[in-house]
């Protein structure tokens, strides 16, 4: 029987509705030496308690869509997490599709300011770094995000790199969105986004970054879909406006690019802001996305009964039939996942990119199903490869050479970028070029607005 669907589960319901009547008809009718006895009634009890948390467990997997099968699972449990130090993990092959990458070019202005450990008015620090190592490990600070255009809120959290401390703030900013249901912590505890992005700058393979953690889910519990509903809620304007508008303005930043990328529901969030708002997102990473929104028995009627609606938030389908945007995705699965965010699904997307947009794939090594362990393999990547995109590190030759020549990997169909100024290899911020901050006037083209 199947790890997910209709049967296993009403196997279980069925199983731990009788298990209690079963322990009280056979407690007085067990015989044998009393240890015997003793023992038969200890292991009915926990045969019952073992059927309770085995049907909790898989009607939250139905719920969350963790595992896809029963080897997912196992190997989630009891296999080795994978070393994620960026000296040891292999990256894999990337293959590339559609037009060369998308590489934003900075201009010479740089905004700078004296050099401080204080966060920002409104921000709270979190025990992740003392401010008296802000300046080397930058800080994770978390703030209620108000959006006025959506009039929709979340609690966030922010990354601000040690740059951000020793007083510059031209930086580039990327959204960085959960799966359903999750908050801001998934990124932090489990798939240690900060850490490995600390990492990545130290190593040089990494921009000095702001990323702003928030959760797929807004209004908070709504499973919104990255969706602008008819009658709202307006979830998709909160992320490609609010966010970093007001990311921008709490933080006194001059964004000189902009990236997302997310898990789960967060990874198609993140690539449907690529998609419809190219000027702004110029790249986009997505971890075990899918490509069309999924409501569920949480999510408020976000097509209002309209199948244009509908089609407007299938990426497949825009791909299909609208004009490609100019922007750059980087789709990260396993081999073993299934479902609308599985590798036959990938395939078809990958397929249907054309020229001017541009797509790099990412198999993950070591294939843990739909969970946490297969993510957290996926964050150093997806920053090495959004630093690459949005100019944040030095960019000479090809991006496969550039990018994973200190990996010793090889990547197939590598293009070579746009021409254009990039930035030292060190990411030092004081070579950090600015442009014109999308962060600041977002815009939303009329073919782009759900």
Known sequence: ???????????????????????????????????????????????????????????????????????????????????????????????????????????????????????????????????SQYATRGAVATWTLDGPTSQLANTVAVYLPPAYFQGYRSLPLVEAITGYPATYHAWIDKLTLPTQLLDGIRAHLMGQLVVVMTPAGVPYPLDSECTDAPGGPFAYTYFAKDVPQETARALGLRVTAMGALGFSTGGYCAIKLAMLDPSSFRAAAGMSGYFAAEPGRFSPPIFGGSAQVRHLNDLLWRLRHLPAPRTSVLVMTGTEEIDADGWVTNNKFLDAVRPPMHADRFIVPVDFGHSPRTWVQEVSPALIWISRMLGAVHSQGSIGSALFSRQGLHRHHAHRPRSGPTMAPSASPSAMGTRSSPASSPSRSAAATP
Do not use: E
């Open 1 to 131: 029987m199947t790890l997910t669907g209709t049967p296993l589960l009403v196997t279980l319901i069925v199983l731990a509705v009788l298990m209690p009547g079963i322990v009280i008809a056979a407690w007085p009718r067990l015989r044998g030496a009393a240890w015997l006895v003793l023992t038969q009634r200890v292991g009915l009890v926990l045969v019952a308690q073992l059927s309770t948390l085995l049907l909790a467990g898989v009607a939250l997997n139905d719920y969350g869509d963790f595992f896809s099968s029963w080897s997912q699972a196992a190997g989630a449990f009891f296999a080795n997490t994978p070393h994620n130090s960026l000296g040891n993990q292999p990256l894999g092959d990337l293959n590339s599709y559609g037009a060369p990458p998308n590489i934003v070019a900075t201009n010479s202005t740089v905004l700078k300011v004296a050099p401080s450990d204080a966060l920002p008015s409104g921000l709270k620090p979190t025990n992740w770094s003392p401010p």
